[in-house]
Every structure is written in C-alpha cells, then in structure tokens.
C-alpha cells in the first residue's frame, strides 16, 4: 500500500518554543490529508484538514493561530505548533488518501506519529 | 467532536479464544473501518466495509457493517500474541478523498500465551 511518513518520530522541547511536524506521502500525492492529535490511552481526535494550495480547514476549538498546517505540495504537509506548553504534549498521526490497487475507493493511510513532549 | 461508542474498553483473553468487540453511532456512516494501533505507530487498515450489511473477512478476521448504517462490529478467532494492540473502529461519510473518518475511543486488547 500507499505510505506516508512523519518526520521527526519524537521531538522534546522547551516550553515556549515553536516545534514543526511533517507529513509526507512517499509514493503517491494527496491534495487532502488528515492532522490527528492523540492523549496516552484515548483515541485518534482529528485536529484540522489540511488542503493542498489553500487553507485548512480546523474542527472546532482548535485553535488555528496556534497549530499552523501549510500543505504547500501534494506530497508535503506540515504541522507546527507554535509557543508549545506542556499541555501539547501528545503524539501527532497524519494520514493521506490513497487508491488502493485494484480498488475503486480511498483508503486512509496513516503515518508512523510524532511524539512531542514539552517540558 | 462526534464520536462513535466503542466497547469494550479493554479484553484480556487467552492465546486460542475468540474475541468480539463493537461500534455504536447516533448518526449514520456510509463506510465503516477497522483498524489496529501498535504502541507508538500509526493506525493500519483492518478491514474497510462500504455496503450495509456487508460481511468482510481478512483472515482471522470478520467484520460487519450494521443494517441501520449505524454500528459494526469486528470478530477474532483464534487469538495470538500478535493480535494485542488497540483496535479502533472508525466511520465516515462519504467514499471521497476529502472525507475525514470519525474514531471510535477503542479496544486495547491483551492476549496471555
């Protein structure tokens, strides 16, 4: 399958610092793709849309002049939180659709996470 | 935001037995997904369901997209090691590219050899 990948896998920083997070779809290209935010034992809670060539789309109260998404490719997204505080801290999943082979529907392929932990 | 009624939180089974778990929504979907999170990595597709009354196996697993398009559930047989992990259910409207999937809060799932 297709896959997608997210650069760095962890990240520690200080408290007030911006830190950027990116997505990348390796094999294929996505006009759309998807930023998740997930707390240790909860589930996936989608964070924003991100569209290539426009602005993204944020799910209610998330605030958007703090996660900022710039889609500036179709194989590159990125994700930055900006004056991160401890309460950031979580693992951040993208995910990119894809044709499966042989199949006439999406499928959403996720990348590997971004743990980032402010302290 | 939405989201799904997933249970049971947790399962603690025996290496051999067979393991149930479920999703329930308010609202209807139009694709119901299964997927499995290993600790520190990304969801991976399970099984997709796109018709109501669908009955999908991959392998050891089934799964089923309700009648009412609004729940689905996913079978194990014969547990392994392997199969521990977090398994989410996941729904969304629409088959188009744009379409965000809303996450069930999962099913950790513990497996004794």
């Known amino acids: 399958g297709a896959v997608v990948s997210q650069h760095p896998s962890r990240v520690i920083c200080k408290s007030g610092t911006s830190v950027k997070i990116e997505c990348r779809s390796l094999?294929?290209?996505?006009?759309?793709m998807f930023w998740y935010r997930q707390f240790p034992k909860q589930s996936l809670m989608l964070m924003a849309t991100?569209?290539?060539?426009?602005?993204?789309?944020?799910e209610q109260g998330v605030e958007k002049d703090k996660f900022l998404i710039n889609h500036a490719s179709l194989t590159l997204s990125t994700l930055t939180v900006t004056s991160a505080h401890p309460e950031d801290s979580s693992f951040y999943i993208c995910?990119?659709?894809?044709?499966?082979?042989?199949?006439?529907?999406?499928?959403?392929?996720f990348g590997p996470g971004t743990r980032l932990t402010v302290l | 935001g939405q989201q799904l009624n997933q249970s049971p939180q947790s399962m603690f089974i025996q290496e051999g037995e067979d393991v149930s778990m479920n999703c329930t929504s308010s609202?209807?979907?139009?694709?119901w997904l299964w997927y499995k999170q290993d600790p520190g990595e990304g969801p991976v597709l399970l099984i997709a369901?796109?018709?109501?009354?669908e009955l999908t196996s991959n392998g050891r697993l089934t799964a089923q997209f309700g009648i009412t398009r609004k729940d689905s559930f996913l079978n194990i047989s014969a547990s392994i090691p392997s199969d521990v992990g977090i398994y989410f259910c996941?729904?969304?409207?629409?088959?188009?590219?744009?379409?965000?999937?809303?996450f069930g809060e999962g099913t950790q799932l513990t497996v004794n050899p």
């Open positions: 995910s990119a659709p894809s044709l499966t082979s042989g199949s006439f529907y999406n499928e959403q392929f």
């Open positions: 094999d294929f290209q996505a006009t759309t």
């Open positions: 991100s569209n290539e060539g426009s602005k993204a789309t944020y």
């Open positions: 609202s209807i979907f139009n694709t």
């Open positions: 369901l796109y018709k109501a009354g």
């Open positions: 996941a729904g969304q409207l629409n088959i188009a590219s744009g379409s965000r999937l809303t």
